[in-house]
C-alpha cells in the first residue's frame, strides 16, 4: 500500500480540486493518511492570496522535504496557485519531486505513474477540467467546484495569474457531479470558483445552477460561495429567491467601502450601488446573513479613507466581515504603487474591522435568537451528546440527542452557546 499524504491550503475551490487529487489515488494501491503522518507521496496543494499563503505554502513544503530527508524514497508533489507562479522559489527550496500546474493537478496520480507531465503557462489554458468527485477530503458538506479563473484585473490580486482565464464546467457535468456527491450522502452542496458569478455554459448562467440543484432529490441545502458585487445581478436574485434551499447566506467582495479607493483598487462599483445591493438582498432575505472581504491599507490609503470604509460596514446590516492586511503580490499593479502603508498602521486598521466583525456577529446571533429564525445545517461532529454544525445562516449551531455526522441538523434558536446558538427542536406541523 502506498500511503499518500494531502495537505490544502486557501479556497473552497482548493478543496474541492485535492478531493479530485485524492480521488486520482482511489485504487486499492493506495491508502489515504494525514499529513502529519509518515507517508510515500505528499502532496502540498498550495495558496497565494496573500504573503501569509505564501510562508504556510512553504512552511508544509519543508515539512514535507524534512520527511525526505529520512527517507529519500518519499515523493513530493507541489501544486495550487503558489506553485504556479513560483516553481523557481519551490524549486530552490529542496529536492521537490514535481511541481503540478493548476490545470493538471487532479491527474496528479497518473503524472506519478506515467511520468507524462509537462508545466503548463496556466494563461494559455481554455478549458475546465472536470474529474468526478466522491468524497470531500476531511469535510461533511460537499465543495463543488463549478468555474475556474478570473478575467478581472484588480490591482492587489496576484490569482488570475496563478488561475488563468474565466472557464466554466458544462452544465451537465455540474449536474452529474452534484448527482454524484447526492448519491454519496451529501446533504450539503457548496458552489464555488474563481469568480463564481462568471459562470457560464451556452445560456446556462448560475441562476439556472441554482435552479436546477433546488429540484433534485436528496440535496437540502445549496449554499454560495463568494460573489463579486457587480456579478450580484437583480435577475441572479429574482431567480433564486424562489429556491427554498438556498442557504440565506451571501458572502461579497467589498474590499473597501471608499470610493476613491475602490477606484484605485481597479474594482468595477461604487458604494452607491453596494447599498442599494444590500438593501436589495435584505428586502428578499429579511434574516439573510451577509458576509463582506475588506482590504485594509491598500496603497495611500489615507486615515480619512479608511474611516469612510470604518463608517459604512457600521451602518450596513451584515452579519460578520472578513478582514485582511493589504498584501503585496509581485506581477499585479499595486505592488509597485506608490504610498505603501507600514505594517503597523495595516494592523491597527485590521483590529478595528475585526473588532466590528465581533459586534455585527454579536448582534447578528442576538436577533436569529430573538426572532426565533429556524436553522439548519449538515452535523460536522456529534460528541459528547452535542451536535455541531455549521448553520445555513452561517452561525454555528448545536443540537442535542442523537446526530449522525452528514445528517441534517434543525431547530429553532433557544439560547447562546459557545461560539453559537444551542437548538431546541423544530416545533412539528400539526
Not at 489515504?32 to 505564501?54: H, K, L, M, Q, W
Not at 449538515?378 to 459528547?384: F, H, I, M, R
Amino acid at each position: 500500500m502506498i500511503r499518500v499524504a494531502i495537505a490544502t491550503l486557501g479556497c473552497k475551490t482548493n478543496a474541492y480540486e485535492s478531493a479530485a487529487i485524492s480521488a486520482g489515488f482511489a485504487s486499492g494501491a493506495y491508502l489515504a493518511v494525514p499529513f502529519s503522518a509518515e507517508a510515500d507521496v505528499y502532496v502540498i496543494n498550495t495558496c497565494t492570496v496573500t504573503g501569509r499563503t505564501d510562508f504556510k505554502s512553504r512552511n508544509l513544503i519543508r515539512k514535507a522535504l524534512a520527511r525526505k530527508a529520512q527517507n529519500p524514497d518519499v515523493k513530493i508533489v507541489v501544486t495550487g496557485c503558489f506553485a504556479q507562479r513560483n516553481p523557481d522559489e519551490i524549486k530552490d527550496l529542496g529536492p521537490v519531486d514535481l511541481i503540478v500546474d493548476n490545470q493538471g493537478k487532479p491527474d496528479i496520480a497518473r503524472i506519478l505513474e506515467t511520468k507524462d507531465y509537462q508545466f503548463q503557462d496556466i494563461m494559455l489554458c481554455q478549458d475546465f477540467v472536470y474529474r468526478p468527485v466522491t468524497r470531500m477530503v476531511e469535510h461533511s458538506r460537499a465543495f463543488q467546484k463549478i468555474q475556474d479563473g478570473c478575467d478581472f484585473r484588480c490591482a492587489y490580486c496576484a490569482v488570475p495569474h496563478g488561475r488563468g482565464h474565466s472557464r466554466s464546467a458544462s452544465f451537465a457535468d455540474v449536474l452529474d457531479q452534484a448527482r454524484l456527491f447526492v448519491a454519496n450522502g451529501y446533504k450539503e452542496i457548496v458552489l464555488g470558483g474563481v469568480n463564481l458569478g462568471l459562470y457560464k455554459d451556452g445560456n446556462q448562467g448560475l441562476a439556472e445552477v441554482v435552479e436546477a440543484l433546488q429540484e433534485m432529490d436528496g440535496l437540502e441545502l445549496i449554499r454560495l460561495s463568494s460573489l463579486e458585487p457587480m456579478l450580484f445581478t437583480a435577475e441572479l436574485t429574482e431567480r433564486i429567491s424562489h429556491c427554498d434551499k438556498l442557504c440565506p447566506h451571501f458572502h461579497i467582495a467589498l474590499q473597501s467601502g471608499c470610493d476613491s479607493v475602490l477606484k484605485r483598487m481597479g474594482r468595477q462599483y461604487e458604494t452607491a450601488a453596494f447599498r442599494a445591493l444590500i438593501d436589495t438582498i435584505l428586502k428578499t432575505w429579511p434574516d439573510a446573513a451577509i458576509g463582506l472581504d475588506v482590504i485594509a491599507g491598500f496603497p495611500s490609503e489615507t486615515e480619512a479613507e479608511f474611516q469612510t470604509t470604518l463608517n459604512l460596514l457600521s451602518e450596513l446590516d451584515i452579519a460578520y466581515l472578513h478582514a485582511f492586511t493589504f498584501s503585496r503580490r509581485w506581477g499585479t499593479p499595486a505592488d509597485t504603487l506608490p504610498g505603501q502603508i507600514p505594517n503597523l498602521a495595516k494592523n491597527r486598521r485590521v483590529r478595528l474591522l475585526t473588532a466590528l466583525s465581533d459586534a455585527k456577529k454579536l448582534l447578528y446571533t442576538q436577533r436569529l435568537l430573538r426572532d426565533r429564525i429556524p436553522l439548519r445545517g449538515v452535523c460536522e461532529s456529534a460528541e459528547a451528546g452535542l451536535a455541531t454544525c455549521l448553520s445555513d445562516h452561517f452561525i454555528r449551531a448545536y443540537a442535542t440527542g442523537g446526530c449522525a455526522p452528514g445528517s441534517l441538523i434543525t431547530g429553532i434558536p433557544s439560547q447562546l452557546e459557545r461560539d453559537g446558538i444551542l437548538l431546541a427542536p423544530s416545533p412539528q406541523p400539526s
